[in-house]
């Protein structure tokens, strides 16, 4: 099994102090969303073109690899074709000096609940596009189960009308269940072809919606996931993602991350 933890849910750290927890609670992987001020990877100090060869050569010592960038380009806006373009030509760049295998991209409103719609025409047309970029510098792009993509079985259709070997599924646990009521086995079911990369939080139902809850002290079905993707035989990265970035209230990070990596190696 092998675990990353997103760096959005440790937004006050350094690369430095970022890396040396991993190391040091025997994570394998990092997954990039900014880093301090930085919320766009590619404007991170620590990966400018002078900087790179130091971040490589300190990941490779440490045996860590960063298994995805996680950009917030939103692919299903029109408007903003243009600067989409640049921003994921830049991630996938990016990516391609790195040696990570994938870019998250968004192709809904930018949050976890189903609401608004999007013209699947377009973001199908937007995805075959983006993904032949992808493919000329060895990369593959990930559309997150989010928004309306929470529902795997829609994602699953769009998937399978893009048709490309460069255009996946970042499976994040948590909004299909708590969205769509939607057990494991079906989410998995729907994208086995396409999932390469996963997503690993909880919640606790609350008055007015939810609320993030340490991994195993919510109602999300995350041992259920975990089983039912080893099962496919899935080789990818389970990845927490703790929101810490945008809710300050939550636990501190050098909590959660030793936490989950002690509770995903009892699974």
């Given at each position: 099994m092998k675990l990353s933890f997103s760096t959005l849910g440790c937004p006050r750290w350094t690369l430095r102090e970022i890396m040396a927890t991993a190391v040091d609670l025997g994570y394998q992987g990092i997954e990039v969303r900014g880093v301090g001020k930085d919320i766009s990877v590619p404007s991170i100090p620590d990966f400018a073109p002078e900087n790179q060869p130091a971040t490589?050569?300190?990941?490779?010592?440490?045996?860590?690899?960063?298994?995805?960038l996680d950009s917030d380009c939103c692919i299903h806006l029109r408007e903003n074709?243009?600067?989409?373009?640049?921003?994921?030509?830049?991630?996938?760049?990016?990516?391609?000096?790195?040696?990570?295998?994938?870019?998250?991209?968004?192709?809904?409103?930018?949050?976890?609940?189903?609401?608004?719609?999007?013209?699947?025409g377009y973001v199908r047309e937007r995805a075959v596009v983006l993904g032949e970029l992808a493919k000329a510098h060895g990369v593959k792009l990930l559309i997150e189960t989010h928004g309306i993509w929470s529902d795997s079985e829609k994602l699953a259709r769009l998937l399978s009308l893009i048709g490309s070997p460069n255009v996946g599924?970042?499976?994040?646990?948590?909004?299909?269940?708590?969205?769509?009521?939607?057990?494991?086995?079906?989410?998995?079911?729907?994208?086995?072809?396409?999932?390469?990369?996963t997503h690993m939080k909880d919640s606790q139902k609350?008055?007015?919606?939810?609320?993030?809850?340490?991994?195993?002290?919510?109602d999300v079905?995350?041992?259920?996931?975990?089983?039912?993707?080893?099962?496919?035989?899935?080789?990818?990265?389970?990845?927490?993602?703790?929101?810490?970035?945008?809710?300050?209230?939550?636990?501190?990070?050098?909590?959660?991350?030793?936490?989950?990596?002690?509770?995903?190696?009892?699974l």
């Open positions: 490589l050569a300190s990941l490779a010592r440490m045996n860590l690899t960063i298994p995805c074709e243009p600067a989409v373009t640049a921003e994921l030509t830049a991630y996938i760049k990016l990516a391609q000096q790195l040696g990570t295998p994938y870019v998250r991209i968004m192709a809904t409103a930018p949050v976890p609940q189903p609401v608004g719609t999007v013209d699947d599924a970042l499976w994040d646990v948590h909004h299909p269940y708590r969205f769509m009521g939607e057990n494991p086995a079906a989410t998995v079911d729907h994208l086995k072809p396409w999932l390469w990369h609350t008055g007015d919606g939810y609320r993030y809850v340490l991994p195993g002290f919510g079905p995350m041992a259920d996931s975990v089983k039912t993707l080893l099962a496919q035989g899935y080789d990818g990265y389970f990845s927490l993602e703790w929101v810490k970035r945008w809710d300050t209230t939550l636990e501190e990070p050098g909590i959660v991350i030793a936490h989950f990596a002690n509770l995903m190696r009892t």
